[in-house]
Structure formats: C-alpha cells, structure tokens
C-alpha cells in the first residue's frame, strides 16, 4: 500500500518540481497554495507527518519528512525516502537533521511572547537507560516559570542538536533544569558533546 502511495507522490513531486523550486524562490508565486496543498494532502496520507523544504545554507535544496518524534511513523518516513527519486538534485531527510549552528534559537512561550534562547554555554549529564540514554540539560540562563515552555525548549534544542533519528532511537528521557545537583556537577560536560556522547 504504501509503496503505491509513495510511487505516486514522487511522481506528483517529480513532474511539479520546477513549481515547487519556484514556490521557494518565489513567495509570491501564483503556484503557491497548489504545491502547499498537495503537498500536505500527499504528506499526511502516509499518517501525522510533518514536512519541510527549500533551500540550506549551502544553497541546496532539500526535502524534510518529519515523523513528529515518532518512532513507529520513523519507518514509514524512512520508507517513503528511501523510495524517493535518486535522478534530483535534492537532499531528501526521513526526519529533521541536527544543524550545524550557534545554539540560539527563538520559542514562542505561553503568552505567545517570543524568547530568546542561547544555549552555548550550557551543559549536560547523560546517564545510560536500556540501550537509550537519559539526558539532564543544565540551562542556568533561562527562567523556568512554565513547564509547556520548558518542554518545548528542550525538543528544540535536541532536534536541532542531535537530530530527530537519535533523539527516537536514542533519547529515553529528557529533561531541562536551571541548575545540576551538586553531587551531578562533577559529571557534568560542555553541551557541545553531546551529540558524539548520544552517538
């Protein structure tokens, strides 16, 4: 079934590949709600993906298909890349890459209020769970005063630290504090390696 499905989409996405490019360079492009909504229509066939493309830093283009954190919907995304054209100039991501970045980023909080957030001086303890790992973010310049903020922050930072595959496949359990225990503060590393210890 899903092969069928996918086989279609990519060739939807093939034959309106120059739209899609356009829609990219061009926000004001007459093509616009068309590739959106198909797109979307395509996407969230295959079950609640997200998905994501344009063009990266190095001037590439690329195609996202996000699994939403999602362990069981990561094999269905890996199936639908694995099945996308090889012939494009495109770097297809069954979930979101870890970036290459500065560590800062903006949320919105509960009061829909933007926040800044730097987190390259922040730290972390990992300890092992089973075959995953449970991280402990120590984040001392950030005011803890609402836990839906506090969440949103920290799968923030991970996605754009580690990437989506090792945030599923290896992240048991994550949480964000102000300030690591005492008898922690020993253990504790730069948050810059992080992701080679998740690894």
């Known amino acids: 079934m899903i092969e069928q499905q996918a086989e279609e989409f990519w060739q939807w996405f093939v034959k309106n590949e120059a739209l ?22 395509y996407i969230l066939a295959f079950g609640p993906l997200k998905w994501d493309l344009g063009l990266n830093d190095a001037d590439e283009w690329f195609f996202v298909i996000s699994p939403n954190c999602d362990e069981q919907l990561l094999e269905i995304t ?5 099945l996308a054209p090889t012939f494009l100039n495109w770097q297809f991501h069954d979930s979101v890459p870890a970036k290459d970045w500065n560590r800062q980023f903006s ?4 009061e829909m209020e933007v926040l800044t ?5 922040w730290h972390y303890i ?16 950030l005011n803890f005063t609402n836990e839906e903020t506090t969440a949103i922050i920290g799968n923030l930072f991970l996605l754009n630290e580690i990437g989506e595959r090792l945030l599923i496949e290896r992240i048991a359990k994550y949480s964000l504090v102000s300030e690591l225990d005492d008898e922690d503060q020993e253990y504790k590393y730069p948050i ?3 992701r080679e210890h998740v690894q």
């Open 107 to 110: 949320v919105y909080d509960h």
């Open 192 to 194: 810059g390696d992080l």
């Open 117 to 121: 957030v730097d987190a390259s001086a």
């Open 20 to 41: 899609i490019q356009g829609c990219i360079t061009n926000p004001e492009s007459e093509s616009r709600e068309y590739v959106i909504e198909h797109l979307n229509n």
């Open 126 to 141: 990992a300890f092992t769970a089973g075959e995953k790992v449970e991280v402990i973010l120590e984040a001392p310049n």
């Open 78 to 82: 890996s199936e639908l890349i694995e």
